[in-house]
């Protein structure tokens, strides 16, 4: 969360102590407690229950065999793309019933690359999977999310289709798939083609990493920690970890010369950040935060005993930039670089800083890719070199916090802006 001054904090304090945890009812409210549509339709149907009471008791003592019990979601999907590998359509399709045998037949020489448990509940479990396969004989590659329910106790692929994980947000909000899905895939293909022509042309500029200085700022201290998650853990924490890796990343990527600003938390000016950045001769600064809302959206629970402040209403991750950073242009180019693979990698914007209320009501310069403009942010108007900030997620949101505490997913997002500083590099050199 971006604060500008110590005052701001109390006066964000002393509302949040105060609020009175009003919901924007136009918002979407999560509710990761709500069971799935097709569970609460079993229950409540009233047909299902006369069509139980119309069969004939002949067929109650002796019922079908059911698939076989599985409590191992990770399992349950290697089951799923073993019985396609081995042309068992019909197993394939009791794990996943919105399946078709048309699309099993297709699909051939399935090798799971990755597949990782990103949260398990009672009724749900997201899992991170990576995997090659051919399709017409064509080479593919998926990496997306699987989404699975617990049906009775047999774990369900919930996916009807797996390019409706073209984004997160609709996986977690369990929207159908809209027109703006279409778009992004149709952009997606297009950034896809401009790989490939700049892989096979020889005028590809190149990236000379070791040379190229990038500039990590490690977002509030230890002191002054920025906002709080929902579980109570201090903003400044995460921004460490995530920058931390960031800079890890990038050195084995062959970025020798990148480095952290402000790895011991002390407080330290803004102005100070962007000083250390230019005497080290940074070509970028990008500044890492989480992120959290205006506190008429915070509510409070409990957890581990004690009151927090949480707000499920957004998530998402958000870029900044300044039009007052001396190199304004490379700026906004590296916020669509960012932003661009932030899309790539199934990542979704949050939209709620751009909403017409005191402490938001920023420009949003680019819906698809959640790029913000914000002239009087410290960091990035005195930044000598291009520069961006990027709210990495709500950790006020219950859900967000727990990805974004996720070794995986914080993986998945340290990637993200390497692909970015790569291009940057490359196109800046
Ligand atoms: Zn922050």
């Not at 460490?240 to 084995?252: E, V």
């Not at 970028?284 to 989480?290: D, E, G, M, Q, Y």
């Not at 990637?415 to 800046?428: P, Q, Y």
């Amino acid at each position: 969360m971006i604060i500008h001054s110590k005052i701001h904090i109390f006066f964000v304090v002393a509302t949040i102590l105060l609020s009175s945890c009003r919901i924007n009812s136009d918002e979407p409210v999560i509710n990761f407690d709500k069971p799935s549509h097709s569970i609460v339709t079993q229950l409540e149907t009233p047909h299902s229950i006369v069509t139980q009471l119309e069969t004939p008791v002949t067929q109650l003592e002796t019922p079908k065999p059911l698939p076989s019990v599985n409590n191992d979601p990770i399992q349950v999907v290697r089951n799923f793309y073993q019985a396609i590998n081995n042309k068992n359509c019909d197993k394939a399709l009791e794990i996943r019933p919105n399946y078709s045998k048309a699309a099993c037949h297709k699909v051939h020489n399935i090798v799971i690359k990755k597949l990782e448990l990103i949260e398990e509940t009672a009724q749900e479990a997201t899992l991170l999977l990576d995997l090659n396969y051919e399709k017409n004989k064509k080479p593919k590659y998926f990496s997306g999310l699987v989404i699975l329910f617990k049906e009775g106790n047999h774990w369900i692929i919930k996916n009807k289709s797996f390019r409706s994980i073209q984004t997160l947000e609709q996986v977690l909000l369990n929207k159908p798939i809209d027109d703006s899905v279409e778009t992004n895939s149709k952009e997606k293909k297009v950034e896809i083609n401009s790989k490939e022509d700049e892989t096979t042309q020889s005028t590809v500029p190149l990236c000379t990493k070791e040379s190229f200085v990038v500039a990590i700022d490690i977002g509030h201290s230890i002191r002054r920690f920025g906002t709080t998650s929902a579980k109570g853990i201090g903003e400044f924490y995460f921004n460490k970890n995530l920058a931390k890796m960031l800079w890890k990343s990038l050195f084995q990527a062959g970025f020798t010369q990148a480095f952290l600003i402000n790895e011991k938390g002390a407080n330290i000016t803004l102005k100070k950040r962007t000083a250390i950045a230019k005497r080290k001769n940074a070509d970028l600064f990008i500044a890492i935060h989480h992120d959290s809302v205006q506190p008429r959206y915070l509510s409070s629970w409990r957890y581990k005993g004690k009151k927090r402040f949480y707000s499920d209403v957004f998530q998402g991750y958000s870029i900044f930039y300044s039009e007052k950073n001396r190199q304004v242009q490379r700026s906004l180019s590296f916020a669509n670089l960012l932003g661009a693979e932030m899309r790539h990698n199934l990542f979704v914007p949050t939209l709620h800083h751009a909403e017409k209320i005191k402490g938001e009501n920023r420009e949003l310069v680019n819906k698809d890719k959640g790029i913000y403009r914000f002239d009087n942010l410290v960091v990035l108007k005195t930044a000598t070199m291009p520069a961006v900030l990027l709210e990495a997620g709500l950790i006020v949101n219950r859900k967000e916090e727990n990805l974004l505490s996720n070794p995986t997913y914080q993986k998945k997002l340290v990637l993200s802006v390497i692909a970015a500083i790569e291009k940057a590099c490359r196109f800046w050199n």
